[in-house]
């Protein structure tokens, strides 16, 4: 594994292609993204949703589509709609907080758990790393969590379940992973998490629709999220373990715009740096978003962010080995190829989480029809199999 580990860093960490800008997609192109939103809205994936496409330089492609949630009356989806974007809250805002705190010299990836966490200083636990909770290879497996002190539960649970696969070198995606290192930030930093990503990284880099909780102002720019029940939630996270933690958690709750994304996105591109505010260090982001743990060739993660494995869908075909994203349940998704100049950004009032494959298929074709108008011409796949 340390080989693949080596070539897989060697890859990543390699000078990026040419910065130039890439032409606006053709209007051909800018059709079949159409056609592939229009399809998912007539099949009931989703009620709407927005698409952005961009580079370094900024967006080269954003437009809105269908209604902004399941009532059929509501209004039509807005360019600045705001979604609840679920587990892109894992990477936009925990994964940097506590890379943030690293470089501030106030933790360490590598030190133990029980460090922060007193509860894992067993025989069994206490060679659970930080970064076992960021590669999801902790050994930690979600669990029912209840009121009144969900937080207190996730973190004695956590260190008494026995761990599923050996740490270190299986993976298993948990959110309860994200939930600690969620309160690990106000640990840390004596501030809460959505106080800290807000002064490091929101306000700087101008993301001024992102945030937990968001307020009432702007409830009609917020689109709804679809319960179990067919009852919709504004404003509120989807996630349970969410709501229970007020809102406010490592691993869902964050409210955002794809216009922000684009913003945060940009910023991973040009080092951690967007319009002249730094708000990481090169090396930092070099560092999250290089292979930190692969799994026979199945699984390779970064710092909190996917870099392949089963829920690689948007990377599509055609994005370079050094991509990387992440996705939501709700809904949403990213991915980032920092050697191509091109990122993706999905949005979704999403109405189908049975029929996941063809979600996935959905994010996997908007990536391809990206990198076949945006890449260098030599690059550019052919997208076949859409819709």
Same mark, same amino acid.
């Given at each position: 594994?340390?080989?693949?580990?080596?070539?897989?860093?060697?890859?990543?960490?390699?000078?990026?292609?040419?910065?130039?800008?890439?032409?606006? *997609?053709?209007?051909?192109?800018?059709?079949?993204?159409?056609?592939?939103?229009?399809?998912?809205?007539?099949?009931?994936?989703?009620?709407?949703?927005?698409?952005?496409?961009?580079?370094?330089?900024?967006?080269?492609?954003?437009?809105? @589509?269908?209604?902004?949630?399941?009532?059929?009356?509501?209004?039509?989806?807005?360019?600045?709609?705001?979604?609840?974007?679920?587990?892109?809250?894992?990477?936009?805002?925990?994964?940097? +907080?506590?890379?943030?705190?690293?470089?501030?010299?106030?933790?360490?990836?590598?030190?133990?758990? +029980?460090?922060?966490?007193?509860?894992?200083?067993?025989?069994?636990?206490?060679?659970?790393?930080?970064?076992?909770?960021?590669?999801?290879?902790?050994?930690?497996?979600?669990?029912?969590?209840?009121?009144?002190?969900?937080?207190?539960?996730?973190?004695?649970?956590?260190?008494?379940?026995?761990?599923?696969?050996?740490?270190?070198?299986?993976?298993?995606?948990?959110?309860?992973?994200?939930?600690?290192?969620?309160?690990?930030?106000?640990? +840390?930093?004596?501030?809460?998490?959505?106080? @800290?990503?807000?002064?490091?990284?929101?306000?700087?880099?101008?993301?001024?629709?992102?945030?937990?909780?968001?307020?009432?102002?702007?409830?009609?720019?917020?689109?709804?999220?679809?319960?179990?029940?067919?009852?919709?939630?504004?404003?509120? *996270?989807?996630?349970?373990?969410?709501?229970?933690?007020?809102?406010?958690?490592?691993?869902?709750?964050?409210?955002?715009?794809?216009?922000?994304? +684009?913003?945060?996105?940009?910023?991973?591109?040009?080092?951690?740096?967007?319009?002249?505010?730094?708000?990481?260090?090169?090396?930092?982001?070099?560092?999250?978003?290089?292979?930190? @743990?692969?799994?026979?060739?199945?699984?390779?993660?970064?710092?909190?962010?996917?870099?392949?494995?089963?829920?690689?869908?948007?990377?599509?075909?055609?994005?370079?080995?050094?991509?990387?994203?992440?996705?939501? @349940?709700?809904?949403?998704?990213?991915?980032?190829?920092?050697?191509?100049?091109?990122?993706?950004?999905?949005?979704?009032?999403?109405?189908?989480?049975?029929?996941?494959?063809?979600?996935?298929?959905?994010?996997?074709?908007?990536?391809?029809?990206?990198?076949?108008?945006?890449?260098?011409?030599?690059?550019?796949?052919?997208?076949?199999?859409?819709?």
């Amino acid at each position: 594994m340390r080989h693949l580990l080596l070539v897989l860093l060697l890859i990543f960490v390699s000078p990026a292609a040419s910065s130039a800008v890439p032409p606006s *997609p053709p209007l051909s192109v800018i059709m079949d993204i159409d056609l592939l939103m229009e399809h998912a809205i007539s099949q009931r994936l989703i009620a709407g949703g927005v698409v952005l496409i961009g580079a370094r330089s900024g967006p080269l492609f954003q437009r809105a @589509y269908g209604r902004m949630s399941a009532d059929p009356l509501s209004p039509a989806m807005r360019i600045d709609a705001i979604f609840d974007v679920a587990s892109l809250t894992k990477v936009v805002a925990t994964t940097s +907080a506590v890379m943030k705190l690293a470089e501030e010299g106030k933790i360490s990836v590598e030190e133990s758990v +029980a460090a922060w966490f007193p509860e894992f200083g067993t025989e069994a636990k206490k060679g659970v790393l930080l970064r076992h909770l960021l590669t999801h290879t902790s050994g930690i497996a979600d669990f029912p969590l209840l009121l009144p002190d969900p937080l207190h539960q996730a973190v004695e649970g956590g260190a008494l379940h026995p761990a599923r696969g050996e740490v270190g070198n299986s993976f298993c995606y948990a959110d309860l992973n994200f939930i600690l290192l969620g309160d690990l930030v106000q640990r +840390a930093s004596g501030v809460p998490l959505d106080r @800290y990503v807000a002064e490091r990284f929101f306000i700087p880099l101008g993301m001024v629709d992102t945030f937990f909780t968001p307020p009432l102002a702007i409830r009609s720019r917020l689109s709804p999220t679809l319960l179990s029940d067919g009852g919709l939630l504004t404003g509120e *996270p989807q996630d349970l373990h969410a709501r229970q933690l007020g809102g406010v958690a490592g691993h869902a709750g964050l409210f955002s715009t794809a216009t922000d994304l +684009a913003r945060f996105c940009r910023m991973l591109m040009n080092g951690g740096e967007l319009e002249g505010r730094r708000v990481l260090t090169e090396r930092t982001v070099a560092e999250m978003t290089a292979p930190r @743990y692969a799994e026979g060739g199945k699984v390779v993660r970064g710092l909190g962010w996917d870099i392949a494995s089963p829920y690689s869908a948007p990377r599509g075909h055609g994005f370079s080995v050094g991509s990387f994203g992440h996705t939501g @349940y709700s809904g949403g998704s990213i991915w980032i190829d920092p050697r191509q100049d091109l990122f993706v950004v999905l949005l979704t009032a999403r109405l189908d989480f049975r029929h996941v494959v063809d979600f996935n298929r959905l994010r996997r074709d908007l990536s391809t029809l990206a990198v076949t108008c945006l890449a260098p011409s030599g690059e550019r796949p052919a997208p076949a199999g859409l819709f």
